[in-house]
Structures are given as structure tokens and as C-alpha cells.
């Protein structure tokens, strides 16, 4: 079965450190994958979305990292702030399935302390 | 630029009852999709259209109806409502170029209690 997994499932910081979530997926097979942010009682905004031929992607402080042949995905955070804290949603689109359809992690959700 | 809107934000129903959660995009995407949150399950997949006049199951179709006869609505149909559809429902929408997919774009969500 195609599944996602991202460990841990709560993380704590201090204001201003660097910091790394994870993601690891069954079958490498992959046509894209993608990093989702998630404020409480909100909806989902998408943060990078990394296409199958593609390594990584940056955008501001974050950059997501791509490995297939080891089934993980990395969301780095750099200098992180309290307004970074939130759930973070690892999102898959297998080959063969259909356009848009994700499978989706169980999130992170990151606590940035002033 | 409204992207996509969910209505209503907040509904609570009696087990038995049907309703239909709203959809609709202003963005010319083709794909939408319906999801459900639940706590410790994640986001699954209800239902999903590539286009106007094509709909499909997803993981978890049962107790849902979906129909999409313009490329803007993708309503989502309860047909008779229990407990265990009480959940947090959100649409998405997304488009195709050059043989990939952009542009993911999520609602705000509506939240169901069925008692």
C-alpha cells in the first residue's frame, strides 16, 4: 500500500534555529510531491511542490529536498520564527494515479518559541 | 481572485438527514477534489473530477455523491448523513501544463458535526 509518513509528529524550538521535517514514502514511483502548511482551524496552503525530475526546491527560508530511490523528502526551515508555527503536511502523487490525487502524511506540527 | 470557496464553513445535521457542501473555483483549474481530516487519520480522498462531466471515486466514496457540470462547482452531495461523517471537508483544485500538475489550491474548509 502507498503510504506516507512523517516523523515526529510534534516538534519544539527555540526562535531562530534551523530546523528539519521529514518525510518517507512507500514506492518510488512518485510524480510529484509537495509541502503543505496548516494553521489551526485553517485550510491548507501549498509551500513547494517538487516535481518527479526535480531534486529540491527553495522558496524564502524554506527548502524541500527530493530523494526517490530512498523514499524521503526534507522541508528545511531556516532561522525559524513564531509565526512558523503550524502543522506541516507532506503531500504524494503516485505514477499511475490520477492528475491531483495525494496521499497524504499525518503532519508535523511545529512549535516555534519566542 | 477568490480561488476556491467553501460554503458553509460550519454545518451540524441529524443523523438521516442530506445536505450538499459547496465548491466552487475561479481560477480555470480542470482537477478538483474532495478530502476529509479526521484526527489521526489524515486527509483522504472522497472524490475527484478531471473536468466537466467527469467524476471518480477516491478512498473513501461511500455516503458521498459529486457532480461536475461546469468547470467552476464541484458540490459534494451527503445523501444520508451519520456520526461518522463528521468531519472537516475541504475542496481542492489544481491544473495541468506540459504534462504536469501546479497550482494546488485548498479551501477554507467545512467543518460537519452529525449527531
Known amino acids: 500500500k502507498q503510504e506516507v509518513t512523517q516523523i515526529p509528529a510534534a516538534l519544539s524550538v527555540p526562535e531562530g534555529e534551523n530546523l528539519v521535517l521529514n518525510c518517507s514514502f512507500t514506492d518510488s514511483a512518485i510524480y510529484n510531491l509537495q509541502w503543505f502548511r496548516q494553521d489551526p482551524g485553517k485550510g491548507l496552503t501549498s509551500l513547494l511542490l517538487?516535481?518527479?525530475?526535480?531534486r529540491e526546491q527553495t522558496s524564502g527560508r524554506l527548502n524541500a529536498s527530493l530523494d526517490k530511490s530512498s523514499g524521503r523528502s526534507t522541508l528545511y526551515i531556516a532561522a525559524s520564527q513564531p509565526g512558523d508555527s503550524a502543522t506541516y503536511l507532506c503531500?504524494?502523487?503516485?505514477?499511475?494515479?490520477?492528475?491531483?490525487?495525494?496521499?497524504f502524511g499525518k503532519g508535523t506540527k511545529l512549535s516555534v518559541k519566542p | 481572485n477568490a480561488g476556491v470557496t467553501q460554503t458553509p464553513k460550519f454545518q451540524v445535521l441529524k443523523t438521516g438527514q442530506s445536505m450538499t457542501l459547496q465548491c466552487a473555483q475561479d481560477?480555470?483549474?480542470?482537477?478538483m477534489s474532495w478530502y476529509r481530516q479526521d484526527p489521526g487519520m489524515g486527509l483522504r480522498l472522497i472524490h475527484y473530477s478531471v473536468g466537466a462531466g467527469i467524476t471518480d471515486q477516491g478512498e473513501v466514496p461511500n455516503g458521498y455523491n459529486v457532480s461536475r457540470s461546469t468547470t467552476e462547482d464541484f458540490p459534494l452531495r451527503l445523501l444520508s448523513a451519520a456520526p461518522s461523517q463528521t468531519s472537516v471537508y475541504f475542496c481542492a483544485s489544481s491544473y495541468r501544463a506540459q504534462g504536469l500538475d501546479y497550482g494546488y489550491t485548498f479551501g477554507s474548509g467545512t467543518r460537519l458535526t452529525v449527531v
Open positions: 503531500a504524494v502523487r503516485w505514477d499511475g494515479g490520477s492528475q491531483g490525487n495525494l496521499i
Open positions: 481560477m480555470n483549474h480542470e482537477y
Open positions: 517538487i516535481q518527479s525530475s526535480q
